[in-house]
């Protein structure tokens, strides 16, 4: 299957937009009664930043300071590498080192939980986890029933999926569940939630490996998974995750026009169109947005 993975044309950025924090990291669309909000987060100090879309464009920005909801004892909270939303409108900020996620309620003022991600629990990904401090959770991906697929970002790439278990059976991902989610991720006692142990693995196939890197990962409006690369300016499609241990294979590449370097966010908003967030020293030019359509299958 990977030895067929199609090979889009250059995805043509239409537009650049000013973000007002640095070196953006992840990005993700929460929706808030009816209207779409894109939200960025900075792996320089505990940034984020939200903004309303309108014709598919982010408009005035609020900033937020992740720190200042946290006590001494859950510092240091840079290397913050991802954001992602549950249906009830919570973010989820995923950290490398310590390997942990922040759920934060929908105001994104309250830290509802902290959880750290427990790697020992899966034979393969204990074995390659430690391997780069800097490319554990890269990016994550919420499931309905309370767990959470990350992304390791390389050294190698790899998919792992954590939850409240030890084991959890069967041990697969069902991405159109996941897309489909309804109500809060975790439920009502994700509170009382303090670690996520890997269930299960899957490491990267040849092409994606290829690719050098998975800098963000997102559902796509069709319900499959896309990866972000940063090291190889481009978008690819996962269909479907097999059986744990199988090989992650895509089903289609595309490089972004121009070959930005440091992409390091990835979201889509209900139409279609498509935002990466690129790594940069200042809040300047720092999202990318594509066109709705142009990832076309």
Same mark, same amino acid.
């Given at each position: 299957?990977?030895?067929?993975?199609?090979?889009?044309?250059?995805?043509?950025?239409?537009?650049?937009?000013?973000?007002?924090?640095?070196?953006?990291?992840?990005?993700?669309?929460?929706?808030?009664?009816?209207?779409?909000?894109?939200?960025?987060?900075?792996?320089?100090?505990?940034?984020?930043?939200?903004?309303?879309?309108?014709?598919?464009?982010?408009?005035?920005?609020?900033?937020?300071?992740? *720190?200042?909801? %946290?006590?001494? =004892? $859950?510092?240091?909270?840079?290397? #913050?590498?991802?954001?992602? &939303? @549950? !249906? *009830?409108?919570? %973010?989820?900020? =995923? $950290?490398?080192?310590?390997?942990? #996620?922040?759920?934060?309620? &929908? @105001? !994104?003022?309250?830290?509802?939980?902290?959880?750290?991600?427990?790697?020992?629990?899966?034979?393969?990904?204990?074995?390659?986890?430690?391997?780069?401090?800097?490319?554990?959770?890269?990016?994550?991906?919420?499931?309905?029933?309370?767990?959470?697929?990350?992304?390791?970002?390389?050294?190698?790439?790899?998919?792992?999926?954590?939850?409240?278990?030890?084991?959890?059976?069967?041990?697969?991902?069902?991405?159109?569940?996941?897309?489909?989610?309804?109500?809060?991720?975790?439920?009502?006692?994700?509170?009382?939630?303090?670690?996520?142990?890997?269930?299960?693995?899957?490491?990267?196939?040849?092409?994606?490996?290829?690719?050098?890197?998975?800098?963000?990962?997102?559902?796509?409006?069709?319900?499959?998974?896309?990866?972000?690369?940063?090291?190889?300016?481009?978008?690819?499609?996962?269909?479907?995750?097999?059986?744990?241990?199988?090989?992650?294979?895509?089903?289609?590449?595309?490089?972004?026009?121009?070959?930005?370097?440091?992409?390091?966010?990835?979201?889509?908003?209900?139409?279609?169109?498509?935002?990466?967030?690129?790594?940069?020293?200042?809040?300047?030019?720092?999202?990318?947005?594509?066109?709705?359509?142009?990832?076309?299958?």
């Amino acid at each position: 299957m990977g030895a067929h993975t199609i090979e889009g044309p250059p995805l043509p950025v239409s537009a650049t937009v000013d973000i007002p924090i640095v070196e953006v990291s992840g990005l993700t669309i929460t929706v808030r009664e009816g209207e779409e909000y894109l939200v960025a987060v900075g792996d320089d100090g505990a940034n984020f930043a939200w903004s309303r879309l309108t014709d598919g464009r982010p408009g005035q920005w609020r900033v937020s300071d992740l *720190a200042a909801l %946290l006590s001494a =004892a $859950q510092a240091p909270t840079d290397q #913050l590498e991802a954001v992602c &939303t @549950d !249906a *009830a409108g919570r %973010l989820i900020v =995923a $950290q490398e080192e310590p390997s942990r #996620l922040f759920v934060l309620d &929908t @105001d !994104a003022d309250t830290l509802v939980a902290t959880l750290a991600l427990d790697a020992t629990t899966d034979p393969f990904l204990a074995s390659v986890w430690d391997a780069s401090a800097n490319s554990r959770a890269e990016s994550a991906v919420l499931l309905p029933d309370g767990r959470v697929l990350v992304v390791k970002e390389k050294r190698p790439i790899c998919l792992a999926l954590f939850g409240p278990g030890e084991s959890f059976d069967p041990p697969t991902v069902d991405l159109d569940a996941a897309a489909s989610m309804t109500g809060p991720w975790g439920g009502a006692d994700i509170g009382t939630t303090t670690r996520l142990a890997a269930q299960a693995s899957w490491p990267a196939g040849k092409r994606l490996e290829r690719l050098g890197d998975v800098s963000d990962a997102t559902l796509g409006p069709d319900g499959a998974l896309y990866l972000l690369s940063d090291q190889g300016s481009a978008i690819a499609r996962v269909a479907e995750l097999r059986e744990p241990g199988s090989k992650v294979r895509l089903t289609h590449v595309w490089p972004i026009a121009g070959r930005p370097v440091k992409c390091e966010g990835l979201a889509f908003a209900a139409d279609g169109t498509c935002f990466v967030g690129v790594d940069t020293r200042k809040p300047k030019s720092n999202l990318l947005v594509i066109e709705a359509g142009a990832l076309a299958l």
